[in-house]
């Protein structure tokens, strides 16, 4: 599986974002997609996962309310909207498949088998 994600940019405190991680090659129902993000100088931290077999999520409490994963099987494509984006929010945002619905956390990345190139989301205060 590869996966490519897309949407990052500069964007106002308060603003919004949409963030795309389209995967080629067939995405399991046993699969779990996940963003996770590294901001300058701090550690890979979660942000949010969902379970392709029933659309299950589960987010990281900073950006609960704020942030919407979504997933569209016919595009194999998996989405990350954000609003009332904040500058802490200022990281690069990584999407990640995890093979294993079953086994391991859905919340470390070291639990996951395959990941994406980063997108850059930058929110100005």
């Known amino acids: ?19 795309s991680c389209a995967a080629s090659g067939r995405i399991f129902s046993n699969y779990v997609m996940g963003w996770f993000r590294q ?27 704020r942030f919407t994963i979504s997933r569209d099987s016919a595009k194999n494509t998996v989405y990350l909207q954000m609003n009332s984006l904040k500058p802490e929010d200022t990281a690069v945002y990584y999407c990640a498949a995890k093979t294993n619905l079953y086994s391991g956390s859905y919340y470390q990345g070291g639990e996951y088998d395959y990941w994406g190139q980063g997108t850059l989301v930058t929110v100005s205060s």
């Not at 994600?5 to 919004?16: F, T």
């Not at 299950?56 to 309310?65: H, I, P």
């Open 1 to 19: 599986v590869q996966l490519q994600a897309s949407g990052g940019g500069l964007v106002q405190a308060g603003g919004s974002l949409r963030l």
């Open 39 to 65: 901001a300058p100088g701090k550690e890979r931290e979660f942000v949010a996962a969902i379970t392709w077999r029933n659309s299950r999520t589960y987010y990281a409490d900073s950006v609960k309310g």
